[in-house]
T-cell receptor, first 114, second 113 residues
Framework: DQQVKQNSPSLSVQEGRISILNCDYT??????FLWYKKYPAEGPTFLIS?????DKNEDGRFTVFLNKSAKHLSLHIVPSQPGDSAVYFC?????????????FGQGTTLQVKP | DTGVSQDPRHKITKRGQNVTFRCDPI?????LYWYRQTLGQGPEFLTY????????KSRLLSDRFSAERPKGSFSTLEIQRTEQGDSAMYLC???????????FGEGSRLTVL
């Protein structure tokens, strides 16, 4: 039962353009959402998060949008840079669990071409 | 370095052998998580500790797997009688807040031959 889904395994964009990564979830009880970035042979690193009481959170070039009615969130990177090339995971927490554990999507590999 | 530390980074073992991984969380973090990641998948939750108490275990954690966190500091994850299907990256993470980001280590990659 995949509660968090990233349906696009890969995305390729040109440097300077916008990258949009999408994520869907099924558990309406999730109340906190995060995006992580992962380079090969490294652990995931936190990028940005959003609480379910908000619909947008911005941090520099990164903006996360949350559409609770559609159970959908997206990560926008503007402008995209070659150093952004990595695997991006969305994650969710809350629901029936009070441990703070995160449920991850399968990841989207972003390639930013110079 | 005050991040999450994992050891060893790589482990190659033969099927049937036992392996143990160690995780040192960020010192003030009382919450510790183990995850497993296989190729093309996101990290999958294995188990959670709050201080020294193991409060949640995933059904992925078969009886060949055991985790401990004595004294609420470092944690160990042991896999007994390893199988080829155990080959994966084992990630440890820690946090201070119940709802907030998890800080991940660089992982321990296990290859079972």
């Amino acid at each position: 039962d995949q509660q968090v889904k990233q349906n696009s395994p890969s995305l390729s964009v040109q440097e300077g353009r916008i990258s949009i990564l999408n994520c869907d979830y099924t558990n309406s009880m999730f109340d906190y959402f995060l995006w992580y970035k992962k380079y090969p042979a490294e652990g995931p690193t936190f990028l940005i998060s959003i609480s379910s009481i908000k619909d947008k959170n911005e941090d520099g070039r990164f903006t996360v949008f949350l559409n609770k009615s559609a159970k959908h969130l997206s990560l926008h990177i503007v402008p995209s840079q070659p150093g952004d090339s990595a695997v991006y995971f969305c994650a969710a927490s809350g629901g029936s669990s009070n441990t703070g554990k995160l449920i991850f999507g399968q990841g989207t590999t972003l390639q930013v071409k110079p | 370095d005050t991040g999450v530390s994992q050891d060893p980074r790589h482990k190659i073992t033969k099927r049937g052998q036992n392996v143990t991984f160690r995780c040192d969380p960020i010192s003030e973090h009382n919450r510790l998580y183990w995850y497993r990641q296989t190729l093309g998948q996101g990290p999958e939750f294995l188990t959670y500790f709050q201080n020294e108490a193991q409060l949640e275990k995933s059904r992925l954690l078969s009886d060949r797997f055991s985790a401990e966190r004595p004294k609420g500091s470092f944690s160990t994850l042991e896999i007994q009688r390893t199988e080829q299907g155990d080959s994966a990256m084992y990630l440890c993470a820690s946090s201070l807040l119940i709802f907030g980001e998890l800080f991940f280590g660089e992982g321990s990659r296990l290859t079972v031959l």
